[in-house]
């Protein structure tokens, strides 16, 4: 599903402008990526958490030039799903496969 595809189907489930929802789906998305950004976790009950994960400093290779680099310590963002989700998800594969 893409972002137009989604600001259609929850513009025509609640029966707001497609306008107005653009500007709610932009904004929810720049809040997150803001929050992620100051180091700072988002979770939403039943849906999961956008989470800041730490990586720690390691030595890698660079094969082309034989040499050893070593990769600074960073943040990266991910999401981790609530159990819930995560359940919803597996049964709905389950009764997908059962239809066919």
Do not use: C, Q, W
């Not at 990266?76 to 239809?99: C, M, Q, S």
């Amino acid at each position: 599903m893409t972002k137009a595809e989604l600001i259609s189907l929850i513009s025509k489930s609640t029966g707001l402008d497609k306008t107005e929802v653009a500007t709610v789906v932009t904004t929810y998305v720049a809040t997150i990526k803001k929050s992620l950004e100051e180091g700072e976790n988002v979770y939403l009950r039943g849906f999961g958490s956008f989470i800041v994960k730490k990586r720690a400093e390691k030595k890698a290779r660079n094969i082309s030039k034989n040499t050893t680099i070593t990769i600074p310590e960073h943040s990266i963002p991910a999401f981790k799903p609530a159990r819930t989700f995560l359940d919803a998800v597996a049964n709905g594969k389950k009764k997908a496969k059962k239809k066919k």
